[in-house]
């Protein structure tokens, strides 16, 4: 079976973005695939967090995986943190990656614009993390949105320069991106993808937010003073909502063209909005529970991260040998 490895950062409760471009494909491959995820608490750091917030957005992040379908039994659910393998292989990829490749990076040149006030050393070498994560498992398929595809060409650039150095060791990773919703776009300025670190809480749905919360924001959303709905050039945000609209039902564009022809933004707004409710309903349903479960969730990403130990490890004593440690 071929190896999938993903991984999303607790900096936020996960939103429609994160949902219909990672989430929702990861639980879809768990059947077909050895699939590993993780919470990686480790790459939350490039930012600044306050710990006590933190500590909760992990647990929450973990619990929300879950309530998604990502099932432990059949996946390896873990906590990045809790591997120190990644920690480990980071240092050694990051001493093999160079400061020009790192500096092409488009999330540092965004992030760092972001917060100037911060440009730590850790958001610049991301990538080299974000490596070391991928190639620990071995992985052969990263899914991912397509705001982390050129993090994957450095993952791959990176584990092929390894190879030819020290002879093989990595699997080089293929990415894996969906062929719509890749790319959900903000709700207050659909020219920029929608995060879950934004300040502005209109530009993102959450998974967790309440139906009226929902449909509210949908009503909210920016969009043009056009009066069509129809999926062109220079129609961002009527696109974005009619990509979002088709992920959740299915309805092709020219179906959604013909089913609100006539109709207004109002309108349609409200259905993207009360699809969207509707089919995160259960996800919330299955947090609430989860998450007063906290032994239940204790011992799983205990269970998860010591098996994730295991494999790290494999590979870990293959790359001190290549690169001339001592055996331990
Ligand atoms: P942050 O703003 O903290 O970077 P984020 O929303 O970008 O948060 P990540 O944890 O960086 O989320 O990414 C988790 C996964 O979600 C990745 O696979 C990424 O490609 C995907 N993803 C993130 N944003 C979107 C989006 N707007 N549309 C589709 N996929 C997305
Ligand atoms: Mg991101």
Known sequence: KQIILSGIQPTGTFTLGNYIGA??????????????????????????????????QILSAF?????????????????????????ELNWVLACNTQFGELSRMTQFKD???????????????????????????QANLVPVGVDQKQHLEITRDIANRFNNNYGQTFTIPEPYIPE????????????????????????????????????????????????????AEGKDGINNLMSIYS????????????????????????????????????IRENYDRLIKDKAYLEETYHDGAQKAAYLAEKTMRKVYRKVGFLAK
């Not at 491959?29 to 917030?53: F, G, N, S």
């Not at 440009?119 to 990538?127: H, V």
């Not at 089913?259 to 207004?264: E, L, T």
């Open 23 to 56: 989430i929702r494909n990861w639980v879809k491959l768990q059947e077909e695939y050895d699939c590993a995820y993780m919470i990686a608490d480790m790459h939350a750091l490039t930012v600044r967090q306050d710990p006590v917030k933190l500590r909760q």
């Open 63 to 87: 619990a929300v995986l879950l309530a998604c379908g990502v099932d432990p039994k059949k996946s390896l659910t873990f906590i990045q943190s809790q591997v120190h393998q990644h920690a």
């Open 111 to 137: 992030k760092s614009a972001k917060h100037p006030e911060n440009i730590n050393a850790g958001l610049f070498t991301y990538p080299a993390l974000m490596a070391a994560d991928i190639l620990l498992y």
């Open 180 to 231: 719509i919703g890749a790319k959900v776009m903000s709700l207050a300025e659909p020219t920029k993808k929608m995060s879950k670190s934004d300040e502005n809480q209109n530009a993102f749905i959450t998974i967790l937010d309440a139906p009226e919360v929902i449909i509210k924001k949908f009503k909210r959303a920016v969009t043009d003073s056009d009066m069509e709905i129809r999926y």
């Open 247 to 282: 992920t959740i039902t299915g309805d092709s564009y020219e179906t959604i063209e013909r089913d609100f022809s006539g109709k207004g933004y109002g309108d349609f707004k409200t259905a993207v909005g009360e699809a969207v409710a509707e089919a995160l309903r259960p």
